[in-house]
Nanobody
């Protein structure tokens, strides 16, 4: 898959940003797969922060972003979004999206067992100033 993230930027603490990720799945369709947003802060491991089921009906969030971030998708546009509100300096990171490796899994399954993938987009940088 080819993944193109956008929408990052510099924002003050308490501000909002909406990230977008356009997905190209060659010979397949995005609507068969759960999708996730990940982030990687400087010197830190990559962290899964949100996941959404193939049809968009179920979502799962990491504890650090629950109640502040919202993941959504528009399968007709091959796009997944991450609305980020009440941003904190600790949200500063490079944000990536990716698709599940196996079709049909739920958001909960994606979170419990994140896919091992070897292809990532360039990501989009989010910086939250204190």
């Amino acid at each position: 898959a080819r993944l193109e993230e956008s929408g990052g930027g510099l924002v003050q603490t308490g501000g909002s940003l909406k990230l977008s990720c356009v997905v190209s799945v060659f010979g397949d369709t995005m609507d068969r797969y759960a999708m996730g947003w990940f982030r990687q802060g400087l010197g830190r491991e990559r962290e899964l922060v949100a996941a959404i089921s193939p049809g968009g009906l179920t979502r799962k969030y990491g504890a650090s972003v629950e109640g502040r971030f919202t993941i959504s998708r528009e399968n007709a546009k091959n796009t997944v979004y991450l609305q980020m509100d009440s941003l904190k300096p600790e949200d500063t990171a490079l944000y990536f999206c990716n698709k599940d490796r196996d079709p049909g899994r739920s958001a909960d399954s994606f979170f419990r067992s994140p896919p091992v993938v070897d292809s990532w987009g360039q990501g989009t940088q989010v910086t939250v100033a204190s």
